[in-house]
Protein backbone atom coordinates (compact mmCIF):
# COMPACT_ATOMS: atom_id res chain seq x y z
CA UNK A 1 0.00 0.00 0.00
CA UNK A 2 0.82 3.69 -0.52
CA UNK A 3 -0.44 7.04 1.09
CA UNK A 4 -0.18 9.85 -0.31
CA UNK A 5 -1.17 12.98 0.69
CA UNK A 6 -1.70 16.67 -0.94
CA UNK A 7 -1.26 19.40 0.09
CA UNK A 8 -0.62 23.73 -1.40
CA UNK A 9 -4.01 24.05 -2.69
CA UNK A 10 -5.98 27.34 -2.36
CA UNK A 11 -7.28 30.91 -3.86
CA UNK A 12 -5.23 32.31 -6.21
CA UNK A 13 -5.86 35.12 -8.76
CA UNK A 14 -5.44 34.74 -12.59
CA UNK A 15 -1.95 35.19 -13.75
CA UNK A 16 -0.61 33.52 -10.15
CA UNK A 17 1.21 31.02 -8.69
CA UNK A 18 0.70 27.80 -6.75
CA UNK A 19 2.89 24.80 -5.40
CA UNK A 20 1.23 21.25 -4.92
CA UNK A 21 3.12 18.62 -2.99
CA UNK A 22 2.37 15.03 -2.62
CA UNK A 23 4.09 13.22 -0.05
CA UNK A 24 3.92 9.35 -0.79
CA UNK A 25 4.54 6.95 2.38
CA UNK A 26 4.21 3.18 2.67
CA UNK A 27 5.64 0.89 -0.22
CA UNK A 28 7.31 3.72 -1.67
CA UNK A 29 9.80 1.38 -3.36
CA UNK A 30 7.03 0.34 -5.42
CA UNK A 31 6.54 3.20 -7.50
CA UNK A 32 7.31 3.38 -10.99
CA UNK A 33 5.24 6.45 -11.93
CA UNK A 34 3.65 9.28 -9.97
CA UNK A 35 0.98 11.82 -11.37
CA UNK A 36 -1.33 14.82 -10.91
CA UNK A 37 -4.56 14.50 -12.07
CA UNK A 38 -7.35 17.53 -11.82
CA UNK A 39 -11.47 17.24 -11.99
CA UNK A 40 -13.34 20.53 -12.36
CA UNK A 41 -16.97 21.00 -11.75
CA UNK A 42 -19.04 18.59 -13.98
CA UNK A 43 -16.24 17.04 -15.72
CA UNK A 44 -14.12 14.19 -15.65
CA UNK A 45 -10.64 13.44 -13.94
CA UNK A 46 -7.83 14.35 -16.40
CA UNK A 47 -4.31 14.30 -16.64
CA UNK A 48 -2.37 17.11 -16.07
CA UNK A 49 1.35 15.78 -15.61
CA UNK A 50 3.14 12.71 -14.34
CA UNK A 51 6.75 11.69 -14.02
CA UNK A 52 8.80 8.19 -14.08
CA UNK A 53 10.09 8.28 -10.54
CA UNK A 54 13.67 6.66 -11.35
CA UNK A 55 14.05 8.40 -14.60
CA UNK A 56 13.19 11.80 -13.91
CA UNK A 57 11.18 11.95 -17.44
CA UNK A 58 7.82 13.81 -17.64
CA UNK A 59 4.78 14.38 -19.26
CA UNK A 60 2.36 17.40 -19.62
CA UNK A 61 -1.44 18.00 -20.76
CA UNK A 62 -0.89 20.34 -23.72
CA UNK A 63 -3.34 22.77 -21.97
CA UNK A 64 0.00 22.92 -19.04
CA UNK A 65 3.07 23.17 -21.51
CA UNK A 66 5.16 25.69 -20.58
CA UNK A 67 2.92 26.78 -17.73
CA UNK A 68 3.24 23.72 -15.26
CA UNK A 69 6.52 22.09 -13.88
CA UNK A 70 6.31 18.38 -12.06
CA UNK A 71 9.51 17.81 -9.92
CA UNK A 72 10.22 15.06 -7.46
CA UNK A 73 12.50 14.84 -4.13
CA UNK A 74 13.52 11.15 -3.82
CA UNK A 75 14.36 11.91 -0.41
CA UNK A 76 11.39 12.92 0.76
CA UNK A 77 9.14 10.81 -1.43
CA UNK A 78 7.33 13.57 -2.46
CA UNK A 79 6.60 14.94 -5.94
CA UNK A 80 5.61 18.45 -6.42
CA UNK A 81 3.50 20.59 -9.08
CA UNK A 82 4.71 24.26 -9.59
CA UNK A 83 1.95 25.87 -11.56
CA UNK A 84 2.31 29.72 -12.83
CA UNK A 85 0.05 31.88 -15.04
CA UNK A 86 -2.72 30.33 -13.50
CA UNK A 87 -6.09 30.64 -15.51
CA UNK A 88 -9.48 30.60 -14.43
CA UNK A 89 -9.65 26.86 -16.17
CA UNK A 90 -7.79 25.54 -13.94
CA UNK A 91 -9.46 25.69 -11.07
CA UNK A 92 -10.27 21.91 -10.00
CA UNK A 93 -9.46 19.65 -7.51
CA UNK A 94 -5.97 18.47 -8.31
CA UNK A 95 -5.13 14.43 -7.02
CA UNK A 96 -1.86 12.89 -7.14
CA UNK A 97 -1.69 8.96 -7.84
CA UNK A 98 0.84 6.55 -7.99
CA UNK A 99 1.58 3.88 -10.61
CA UNK A 100 3.07 1.14 -8.94
CA UNK A 101 4.77 -0.29 -12.30
CA UNK A 102 5.38 0.30 -15.36
CA UNK A 103 2.08 -1.64 -16.98
CA UNK A 104 -0.03 -0.90 -13.75
CA UNK A 105 -2.71 1.67 -13.49
CA UNK A 106 -2.39 4.89 -11.23
CA UNK A 107 -3.60 2.16 -8.04
CA UNK A 108 -3.14 4.57 -5.44
CA UNK A 109 -4.92 8.08 -5.20
CA UNK A 110 -4.61 11.08 -2.53
CA UNK A 111 -7.31 12.94 -1.13
CA UNK A 112 -7.54 16.18 -3.71
CA UNK A 113 -6.63 19.73 -3.06
CA UNK A 114 -9.00 22.60 -4.32
CA UNK A 115 -6.94 24.69 -6.58
CA UNK A 116 -9.59 28.07 -6.88
CA UNK A 117 -8.28 30.60 -9.54
CA UNK A 118 -10.38 33.91 -10.08
CA UNK A 119 -10.65 36.52 -12.34
Known amino acids: QVQLVESGGGLVQAGGSLRLSCAAS????????MGWFRQAPGKGRDVVSS????????YYADSVKGRFTISRDNAKNTVYLQMNSLKPDDTAVYYCAVAPTRSSAYDYWGQGTQVTVSS
Open 51 to 58: IIWNSGNT
Open 26 to 33: GRTFSVYR
